[in-house]
């Protein structure tokens, strides 16, 4: 066995034991704790680039690693880094607690890197409920909040639930297809489908992975998930989790080769009711916190229009809108850990004024946002741009056009955020924002990656297509 | 194999809708993360049975993976609903309405 191959992994596990060996030894010491944490993370996307270009199999065939997975795994590096900068202020978490936060976010993340790379129901369930436990956490983590607790403990028991639907789901399809590896599965299930234990079986399993997107019709955790907990902990659930959902339902979509038509009005139904029913239910949210929950319920929508259109294309776009989702995602999120520094939640209309306490926190939400939205030349319009090519390119003509109203719809809620940072006038005076020079520094290269890589999407695209070919094995 | 499959996967599907519906009725927290706990047996018995049916060990494996992760999602649950219940003195579903959902 190839131990080489699962470098990434291992580095991230052994952050874990050390962090775990920290939380039961030393004092807690904030600053310390960041610094040395940063590092780490740092490091962390560093091994991951460097093991771009590994691949194989291990474990029996349970574990995949092409350039799909690891373009990913970069990714989701690159996402725990970004959130790991976030908690200069972590006012939302007791101090006590700051080293177990670490420690969960980086078990999350080990987690979410070995589901991307899991083709077997085994270590997919595995990864799945690792990285699902961690969140359950991680939510009710926040000091002094009674809405944190409640979260924890309905995200948990409806998470669970999920799980268990889907564990049975996979029991039926292992008892109807004779095999675990999800390649053979998808191989075999189209001609079992007219059996109801397969059918099923299917269904039940895919409720589990739409549960983490949040697609429709099961997104309704996902507000009150975002509303309870910590600010951070809600843009890395936003963030690195929704990535690793994509990713692992990008691997399983593929596997099953060319798209059998029962299959694609399933995710039709499911794209079209997840970004109308999102985008609708956003236009009157006052929390900002809920208001980006429902674009991510209206995102997966989009997302799915990718996943459906079966073609190297369309999963190439899907990659890269990952990328673009979570750089744009991740700037609002900033914004708004520290226009709330004191770690409450944040009201739109706590937005008014922005501009004048930090014009560069105003740009950054404005280019955010607009991203988010799918104005060029943000890099948001070329994803969205890129997504909808393929779906047409596959006759999914009225699709687009339902997803086209849906981004109109969704620039309404979007400017009103706009709007509260420029134009309104606040009720009272509120005191500057003062930003380190890290900080800002993360504004500006958050700001230019959006706006480059909107105009000049070539680089990332192709690695986009080069990912998606690993998965298709081309 | 002495019971036919189709028998055993009965009693899987018979479990979990048992489960099913004590985690979505009860208003007890207790009892919600109990018919989950029901819910992941179920699934486990429908694995065994296949593992029975195909004279494959992959099932029997998967059933000990959900045992453990079983016993680790009771660990958290149970975590969660005492500081719940030190925080409001109650372990009853409808008092936790502070979120919209």
């Not at chain 1, 991510?296 to 929508?301: K, R, S």
Request: charged share 10%.
């Amino acid at each position: 066995m190839n131990w080489g191959l699962f470098i990434p992994e291992l580095y991230y596990l052994a952050v874990c034991g050390i962090l775990l060996l920290l939380s039961m030894v030393v004092k807690p010491n904030p600053r310390r704790d960041l610094v040395s944490v940063l590092f780490f993370a740092a490091l962390g996307v560093a091994v991951c680039l460097a093991s771009v270009r590994l691949e194989g199999t291990l474990f029996a065939a349970a574990y995949r690693v092409d350039l799909f997975s690891q373009v990913f795994k970069v990714i989701l590096a690159v996402g725990f880094l970004l959130v790991v900068s976030l908690c200069t202020e972590l006012n939302g978490i007791d101090e006590g607690h700051h080293l177990e936060f670490y420690l969960l976010l980086t078990t999350c993340t080990v987690a979410m890197m070995l589901l991307v790379s899991s083709v077997e129901l085994l270590t997919i369930y595995v990864a799945l409920e690792l990285s699902s436990y961690s969140l359950y956490l991680l939510v009710p983590l926040r000091r002094g909040h009674d809405a944190a607790v409640e979260a924890g403990i309905k995200y948990l028991l409806v998470g669970t639930s999920a799980s268990a639907v889907m564990l049975f789901g996979f029991a039926c399809l292992y008892g109807v297809i004779h095999t675990t590896q999800v390649a053979e599965i998808v191989r075999v299930l189209p001609g079992m489908l007219g059996q109801p234990v397969a059918t099923i079986g299917l269904l039940l399993a895919f409720c589990g992975f739409f549960f983490k997107l949040a697609v429709f019709p099961f997104h309704f955790w996902a507000p009150g998930v975002y509303q309870g907990a910590a600010n951070q902990v809600t843009a890395f659930i936003a963030t690195a989790s929704k990535v690793a959902a994509i990713a692992i339902l990008m691997r399983i979509v593929a596997l099953s080769g060319g798209g059998d038509a029962y299959l694609v009005k399933v995710l039709v139904t499911l794209s079209i009711a997840s970004m109308t029913l999102g985008n609708l239910v956003a236009i009157r949210q006052k929390d900002m916190k809920r208001l980006l929950a429902y674009s991510t319920v209206a995102h997966a929508g989009y997302v799915l229009i990718g996943l459906l259109s079966f073609s190297p294309s369309g999963y190439a776009s899907t990659i890269f809108y990952a990328f673009a989702y979570l750089v744009m995602k991740f700037t609002c999120f900033l914004v708004l850990v520290k226009v709330a520094a004191d770690g409450s939640d944040l009201q739109i209309a706590q937005l008014a004024g922005l501009h004048r306490r930090s014009p560069l926190l105003a740009m950054a939400l404005m280019v955010g946002v607009f991203g988010l939205a799918g104005i060029p030349p943000t890099v948001g319009f070329a994803g969205k741009f890129l997504l909808f090519t393929a779906a047409i390119e596959k006759g999914h003509l009225a699709l687009v056009f339902i997803a086209m109203i849906n981004v109109v719809i969704s620039l309404y809620y979007y400017l009103l955020v706009v709007k509260a940072a420029y134009l309104l006038e606040p009720d009272e005076d509120r005191p500057r924002i003062r930003l380190s020079a890290p900080i800002t520094l993360l504004l500006w290269v958050l700001v230019t990656v959006i706006v480059a890589a909107g105009i000049f999407p070539a680089y990332l695209l192709e690695v986009a297509d080069a990912a998606a070919r690993a998965l298709l094995g081309l | 194999m002495i019971v036919p499959y189709g028998h055993v996967l009965l009693l899987a599907g018979i479990l979990f809708v048992l489960g099913l519906v004590c985690a979505v009725a009860r208003r007890n927290l207790v009892m919600v993360l109990l018919g989950v706990e029901i819910m992941l047996n179920a699934a486990g018995i429908a694995f065994v049975g296949a593992a029975l049916r195909w004279q494959q060990l992959e099932g029997q494996v998967f059933v000990l993976f959900i045992m453990t992760i079983a016993a680790a999602e009771v660990s958290v649950g149970l975590a969660l609903i005492v500081r719940a219940y030190r925080r409001t003195g109650s372990i009853d579903q409808n008092t936790y309405d502070l979120l919209k959902w």
